[in-house]
Nanobody
Framework: QVQLVESGGGLVQAGGSLRLSCAAS????????MGWFRRAPGEEREFVAS????????YYGGSMEGRFTISRDNAKNTVYLQINSLKPEDTAVYYC?????????????WGQGTQVTVSS
């Protein structure tokens, strides 16, 4: 059974930075795309970023590029999300995701989420 466990969330002041981590277990995910989504209170789930298995390509949601950086360490079966210059509107639960089948569009694996709260 695949498990994705996020960590690194918390309360931070606007302008600060956070690095979220997601450790996978139960399967080696080094051959598939991993990524992050987020859901703010009262909002729809939003795509944040994804990264291909070999870190060759990263994709970012429309409002994310520039402050968000996704990376991964396949040796540790872990994906990261660095968020800089945090804004109150970044407040959300951040979910780690991974594709079960490389090359498909579906993210079958989801973590439980980590809360990020940005105070103004």
């Amino acid at each position: 059974q695949v498990q994705l466990v996020e960590s690194g969330g918390g309360l931070v002041q606007a302008g600060g930075s956070l690095r979220l981590s997601c450790a996978a277990s139960g399967r080696d995910l080094s051959d598939t795309t991993m990524g992050w989504f987020r859901r703010a209170p009262g909002e729809e789930r939003e795509f944040v970023a994804s990264i291909t298995w070999n870190s060759a390509t990263a994709y970012y949601g429309g409002s994310m590029e520039g402050r968000f950086t996704i990376s991964r360490d396949n040796a540790k079966n872990t994906v990261y999300l660095q968020i800089n210059s945090l804004k109150p509107e970044d407040t959300a639960v951040y979910y780690c995701v991974a594709k079960e089948i490389p090359g498909t569009g579906d993210y079958s694996y989801w973590g439980q989420g980590t809360q990020v709260t940005v105070s103004s």
